[in-house]
Structures are given as C-alpha cells and as structure tokens.
C-alpha cells in the first residue's frame, strides 16, 4: 500500500536550534496538509498546499514556522528558533483536490520534543 | 463558533463486547462528517464519511449514523477486539466553497482489554 512518509520519527533538541521535518506524500496525490497533536488541542491545522501552492497557513505561527513544498514529493516544515511550547506530534497527510469529501492519509508523525 | 465534541473522553470495555462513541457538533453550514481511527504512535486512517442524506453506514464490525437534525453521529463498534484499541476521532467539514475547513474533535481513546 502507498504510504505518507515522514522523517524524522523522533526529534530531541533544545531550545532556540532549528526543526527541519519532511514529508514525502503519496504519488499522484496533489492536495498536503500539515498538523500539529496535542492532548489539550487535538489535531489542528498549521498548513496546506494544492499543486504544490500554499493555500491556507493561517494555522501556523508565522514568525518561527515555514512550510514549503520544493517539489511534488517532498513537503518540509521548518521552526526557527524551536520553543518548548511547540513540544507535539506533528502529522503530514496527503489527498486530492476536493479534500473534504476524499479521506486524507496520515505519515505516522514526527514527535518533537523541545527541551 | 464551530465545535466538535466527543464523548466518553476515555472508555474501556472487555473484549467481545459492543461500544458506541459519540460526537456532537455545531457547525454551519454541514458538508460531511468522517471518523478516523488513531492507533497509538500512528497517524489516523479514515473509517467512514457520513454526508448530509445519509443517516447510516457500516463498514465491517463498525457502523456510522448521523442525525443531521440533532447535529449528532455515534460510532458503533460491534463485538469488539483487541486491535480496536485506538483513539476515534470526529471531523466535520463546515462551510462552502474556499471557506471550507475541517473542524476536528478530541477524539475518545478506547481501551479494549481480553
């Protein structure tokens, strides 16, 4: 089965350093979308592009986070400086143009931890 | 103000037995409501989409049923197992055209034990 692949699993690293993520979407798919998982939050949308394009960042603070798609298999998501309130899961997920009625599919998340 | 809420918040039942989650919400205007099923450690994975017309839909050992009028979906999970063990959680799609966006519930972690 075709799967989100993200990179790192895990990341430990202490405040002020900079957090590259990345995230390689499904094949074909031309909708990626990025969250962030807390307990007290839940799922909560930091970006989203179409065709590569950013459509929606709003979710994401824009002073530290940066989300880009170089090219169709690859999407990053970038903090600098790192905080420890941005301490999450962070998920990638994919899908296709007409995204709410088609399912996205999740990457398995990078835990970061912001000492 | 768009909501979504879920309950129980937490839940454990033997293996074998019936559960059903709920999920409320306080949208407008509705488009669809999907659950996705969370396993630990892993990212969520699409069960089923209700849309507005559709009042029940099952998919295996789970059924969906949306009450569009009381803004109200539960999950039915039928003779439960070991592997259903996992965080269910709600997503409604609110608002049209390129004001859509996905509002999320907290999600109920079911714990099934033998």
């Known amino acids: 089965d075709a799967r989100v692949t993200q990179t790192p699993r895990h990341k430990v690293t202490e405040m002020g350093q900079e957090v590259t993520m990345r995230c390689q979407p499904i094949?074909?798919?031309?909708?990626v979308f990025w969250y962030r998982q807390t307990m007290m939050q839940g799922l909560e949308l930091l970006a989203y592009?179409?065709?590569?394009?950013?459509?929606?960042d709003s979710g994401m603070p824009k002073d530290r986070f940066s989300a880009e798609m170089p090219d169709a298999t690859l999407a990053t998501l970038k903090i600098q400086p790192s905080e420890p309130r941005d301490s999450a899961v962070y998920f990638c997920?994919?899908?296709?143009?007409?995204?709410?009625?088609?399912?996205?599919?999740f990457g398995d998340g990078t835990r970061l931890s912001i000492l | 103000k768009n909501q979504v809420e879920q309950s129980p918040q937490s839940l454990i039942i033997l293996e074998g037995k019936n559960c059903t989650l709920q999920c409320n919400y306080t949208v407008s205007p509705f488009s669809n409501l999907r659950w996705y099923k969370q396993d630990t450690g892993r990212g969520p994975v699409s069960l089923t989409i209700m849309t507005f017309s559709e009042n029940t839909k099952s998919n295996g050992r789970y059924t969906a049923t949306l009450d569009a009028d009381t803004k109200q979906s539960s999950l039915h999970i039928t003779a439960s197992q070991l592997s259903d063990s996992a965080s269910y959680i709600c997503v409604v799609s609110a608002g049209a055209g390129n004001n859509r966006k996905l509002i999320w519930g907290l999600g109920t972690s079911l714990a099934v034990n033998p």
């Open positions: 094949l074909g798919h031309n909708t």
């Open positions: 592009f179409r065709n590569r394009a950013p459509l929606d």
């Open positions: 997920a994919s899908g296709f143009q007409g995204w709410d009625d088609q399912p996205q599919h």
